[in-house]
């Protein structure tokens, strides 16, 4: 199956910092799909970018599909952007396979 | 929209009773919905996907016998877990897909979670 892996595993960071993290998958992929955890484990959807470029505030992401790579970007950090972003990639009428996710710390 | 919702939020039973964990979605149809299972620090593993009117399909290493999945219509999966054991405590988070039309988009949206404590 498709393998989807996930860069760095965790990452701490000051208070209004910037911030890549990078997503690999094995595969062509008709969905590509970041999400951040919250603390109550409720998974936000952050964006749905099987490919192109996209922004919302402060985040934005990136899905080069010819590469098999997508990069989720943060800007100007906050103490609330704190969790575990994961991304997530599935082929035509299949389930999501998620990465192993990435812990974000950012302290004040 | 695209809002997803299951109930309970949160389980406590004891172990040999059989839990049942709805997933719903609110405003709008889907003829698939997915059942996840993740661990404390782990990431979210694939048991099955079930599509509305038929069997669910399993994945490797998921008992079908123990997690039962009924998908009896558009905007409703269940999930009960049969004998549980302490072992099957966990988070399982429950995602839907709405049926395709034009401009196909395969996006998942997903549920809160329930948590299940079995003692």
């Known amino acids: 199956g498709i393998q989807v892996e996930q860069s760095p595993p965790d990452l701490i960071l000051q208070e209004g910092a910037n911030s890549t993290l990078r997503c690999n998958f094995s595969?062509?992929?008709?969905?590509l799909q970041w999400f951040h955890q919250n603390p109550w484990g409720q998974l936000i959807n952050l964006f749905y970018i099987p490919s192109g470029t996209k922004q919302n505030g402060r985040l934005s992401a990136t899905t080069v599909a010819t590469e098999r790579y997508s990069l989720l970007y943060i800007s100007s950090s906050q103490t609330t952007d704190s969790g575990v972003y994961f991304c997530?990639?599935?082929?035509?009428?299949?389930?999501?396979?998620f990465g192993k996710g990435t812990t974000l710390s950012v302290s004040s | 929209g695209a809002v997803v919702s299951q109930h309970p939020s949160w389980v406590i039973c004891k172990s040999g009773t059989s839990v049942k964990i709805e997933c719903r979605s609110l405003?709008?149809?889907?003829?698939?919905m997915f059942w996840y299972r993740q661990f404390p620090k782990q990431s979210l593993m694939l048991m099955a996907t079930s599509n509305e009117g038929s069997k669910a399909t399993y994945e490797q290493g998921v008992e079908k016998d123990k997690f039962l999945i009924n998908h009896a219509s558009l905007t409703l999966s269940t999930l009960t877990v049969t004998s549980a054991h302490p072992e099957d405590s966990s988070f399982y988070i429950c995602s839907a897909r709405p049926q395709s039309g034009t401009g196909a988009s395969y996006e998942q949206y997903f549920g809160p979670g329930t948590r299940l404590t079995v003692t």
């Open positions: 997530a990639v599935a082929q035509a009428g299949t389930a999501l396979i």
């Open positions: 405003d709008f149809q889907a003829t698939t």
């Open positions: 595969d062509s992929v008709n969905n």
